[in-house]
């Protein structure tokens, strides 16, 4: 099958019906309410756009979870960043990520105020960069998940200038969502995995989680039928009382997951606390450099206090923490649409394309979810 016709699959229309019609049939044979959290901006976007939402029974919600990594990063790690920018290292980043604030601004304003911020695709482009101009110091503000945790870590080990340095706030996915998994706090009753960090991570990583709580999970991708399907699967294991970690994601997602890069990531990061902003520090969510490594660590290279355990939220009036962990929906806080908007945003959810916030306002959507369950 070609990739096009791959798409047109995951996207049909009758297939798609198909399978509301018997996420129906099962939820009315469980009857009570059903809460499933997702721990992915891609698939908050395609829950959104398809409005899969809306084809669900009133006793199953889906909710969005801590899975945006804009969203997730501390503001003390983007003052960092900006204080190196306004100290005359030259500081490289992805374009969602400049433009998040911290406590007092956004890389993006740093530059506005004589910062050298380049925004990169890649940590490829960073190195590159600091071959060329060997006079500057670098920093490479190393944001995101185990997805793109890798690459920097192979880029590590064949070897990098010397005047290049990391500002690593990558997060263990997981671990956060395990944290959640755990927690009755919530009330979240089953999970849907984001499949191009589980395609990394493997299934396996999870276990020890899915133990404890006995919540299922299903690992899933990212087109419509993607969802659905994995909606189906979770109200199947519920019904017949069975949970367990499922794989809808088979293209992609195995067990043991991206061998590789595991062997790559695990020769250069410790894990160790993470902080997840305005929510919670979670136990080995949080990536550190090796000690072999450290001469390359922006924090030690600059004398960058270490501030793992700061709550630092820091916008005011706003409840982006409780968006970020599916505890309200975006119309719930108080600035959304109002003093914060896409082409304004205060808080961090609303600055990336993979935010709760921005992929609501992008769809125009005012008000929250009538199935919206406390």
């Known amino acids: ?43 908050e976007w395609t829950i959104t756009h398809y409005g899969i939402r809306s084809l669900l ?48 601004m956004s890389l993006e304003e740093a530059k506005a105020n004589g910062g050298d911020i380049r925004v990169i695709y ?16 670098f920093t490479f503000f190393a944001v995101g998940m185990d997805t793109t945790a890798p690459a920097t870590a192979f880029e590590l080990l064949k070897g990098i200038p010397n005047n290049l340095s990391f500002l690593i706030s990558y997060r263990y996915t997981p671990a956060i969502q395990g944290s959640v998994m755990e927690s009755n706090v919530l009330g979240i009753d089953a999970f849907i995995s984001a499949g191009h960090s589980v395609t990394v991570t493997g299934l396996k990583p999870y276990y020890p989680y899915f133990l404890k709580s006995k919540k299922p999970m299903v690992a899933t991708g990212f087109e419509p039928l993607d969802v659905l399907m994995s909606i189906y699967m979770i109200l199947k294991q519920i019904e017949e009382g069975y949970p367990k970690i499922e794989n809808e994601y088979t293209r992609s997602v195995t ?14 990061y410790d894990l160790d606390e993470g902080y997840v902003r305005g929510v919670a520090v979670f136990p080995r969510a949080g990536f550190r450099l090796k000690e072999d490594f450290k001469k390359y660590d922006a924090r030690v290279q600059y004398g960058l206090k270490d501030r793992t355990k700061t709550s630092d939220e ?61």
């Open 255 to 268: 067990w043991e997951g991206n061998i590789k890069a595991q062997e790559v990531m695990e020769k250069v």
């Open 57 to 104: 029974p009133d006793n199953v919600e889906v909710r969005a979870g801590p899975g945006c990594p804009v969203c997730i990063t501390p503001a003390t790690d983007i003052d960092d960043a900006v204080k190196l920018a306004l100290d005359g290292i030259v500081v490289t980043t992805y374009g969602d990520m400049s433009r998040a604030k911290g406590t007092k």
């Open 314 to 374: 820091h916008v005011a009036g706003a409840r982006c923490g409780e968006v970020v962990m599916g505890t309200i929906d975006p119309p719930e806080c108080p600035l959304y649409m109002k003093k914060c908007s896409p082409q304004d945003p205060k808080g961090a959810p609303m600055v990336s394309q993979e935010g709760t916030c921005w992929i609501w306002a992008m769809h125009k959507i005012a008000n929250p979810s009538p199935k919206c369950r406390r």
């Open 1 to 43: 099958m070609s990739y096009s016709s791959l798409l047109r699959y995951y996207k049909d229309p009758t297939l798609s019906k198909a399978i509301t019609q018997k996420i129906a049939e099962l939820a009315k044979k469980i009857d009570e309410g059903i809460m499933i959290m997702h721990v992915c901006g891609s698939h």
């Open 122 to 137: 890649g940590i490829q482009d960073a190195v590159k960069m600091a071959r060329m101009e060997p006079n500057k110091q």
